[in-house]
């Protein structure tokens, strides 16, 4: 798990993880399920298969010197 959220609407929290692959993804759905069964009312999962990386400061700050 790489980051936890408190969220306001629909869900209560939202969870960002970072598996290897899908079988990997779907041990660790299946753990939480079975830890946390009387927590755990209902969940979705949105898989991203890359994550962009987007860069705000695209100079070299010696560029402005």
Same mark, same amino acid.
């Given at each position: 798990?790489? &980051?936890?959220?408190?969220?306001?609407?629909?869900?209560?929290?939202? %969870?960002?993880?970072?598996?290897?692959?899908?079988?990997?993804?779907?041990?660790?759905?299946?753990?939480?399920? +079975?830890?946390?069964? +009387?927590? /755990?009312?209902?969940?979705?999962? /949105?898989?991203? %298969? %890359? +994550? %962009?990386? /987007?860069?705000?400061?695209?100079?070299? /700050?010696?560029? &402005?010197?």
């Amino acid at each position: 798990i790489i &980051f936890v959220e408190k969220v306001v609407g629909k869900w209560d929290f939202e %969870y960002d993880v970072e598996c290897n692959n899908d079988k990997e993804f779907r041990q660790l759905i299946r753990e939480m399920k +079975d830890k946390l069964s +009387d927590t /755990i009312m209902d969940y979705q999962t /949105i898989t991203f %298969y %890359y +994550d %962009y990386k /987007i860069n705000y400061f695209p100079f070299e /700050i010696s560029e &402005f010197e």
